[in-house]
């Protein structure tokens, strides 16, 4: 996923999904609201999968991680990505895996400096077998970090 995660402190409600099928869903849900219903602020999307590419290790890969405006940089992204690590730790995945674009300075920032993330060996911009990255066009970058 693309998408900037919220940084800082704060807490968030959360409904857990994992599907037999080795994929889930957080939500991260605001019930500090007058509606007698929550509101949603933010999910992540992940799966856990073998990336054969490097190391035939099971990993968790974050597809998706988006958070409304008004609730950035209040921890919400770092609880979502705190809680498939935690899973993904769990059941035996030795990384956390996720795609981020490299035009996108607060995603980046997010995951870097915040989360800790790093370029994973299988990141166009490291492989130089990949044609893509010859003229330096590839867009994103794979980035990962230990859990297991």
């Known amino acids: ?24 869903t957080y939500e991260a849900v605001d019930d500090d609201n007058d509606d007698a219903a929550s509101t949603a602020v933010g999910f992540v999307h992940f ?10 290790a099971p990993v968790a890969y974050v597809y ?3 958070t409304e405006p008004r609730a950035q940089r209040r921890g919400i992204g770092q609880h979502l990505m705190a809680g498939v690590e935690a899973v993904g730790a769990a059941l035996g995945m030795s990384r956390c895996v996720l795609t981020a674009l490299k035009v996108n300075e607060d995603a980046m920032r997010f995951y870097q400096h ?3 993330y790093t370029m994973d ?4 911009a490291v492989d130089q077998s990949d044609a893509s990255t010859a003229d330096g066009l ?6 990962s ?4």
């Open 138 to 143: 590839c867009p994103y970058l794979v980035l």
């Open 64 to 66: 998706e991680l988006q």
């Open 47 to 56: 799966r856990f999968e073998v990336e054969d590419a490097v190391d035939d």
């Open 145 to 148: 970090k230990p859990i297991g």
């Open 121 to 124: 060996a299988s990141s166009p």
């Open 114 to 116: 915040k989360l800790g």
């Open 1 to 24: 996923g693309a998408g900037a995660g919220g940084g800082g402190g704060g807490g968030a409600g959360e409904g857990t999904e994992v599907a037999a099928g080795g994929a889930g």
